[in-house]
């Protein structure tokens, strides 16, 4: 059974906010700083610094978590960021 996470990462200067969804979030996170996919957004913007996540337990909640926090505004995103990594470090770098 796979744990699912839903996550926010941003740039180097907390400028843009990227949402996803994973069921494992370390590959995930060092896809995103590998620009595996150089076309994508988070690769044409160097979003690759991991600010916040959050566990479901399956993937229809996981979903429905990451709709809901990207129809939120900046600044509920940033709350919530904040709520959890009040400097904004890269918890993908936290032991």
Known sequence: MYE???YI???SNNRVLYTGVTN???RR???HKQHINV???TAKY???KLVYFEMCGDIKN???REKQIKAGSRAKKIALIESMNPQWK???EIS
């Open 39 to 41: 076309n994508s957004f």
């Open 90 to 92: 890269d918890l993908s």
């Open 4 to 6: 699912y996470y839903v």
């Open 46 to 48: 160097n979003v690759e």
């Open 9 to 11: 990462l941003t740039n």
């Open 62 to 64: 996981a979903l429905a």
């Open 24 to 26: 494992d979030l370390e």
């Open 29 to 31: 996170v060092q896809e």
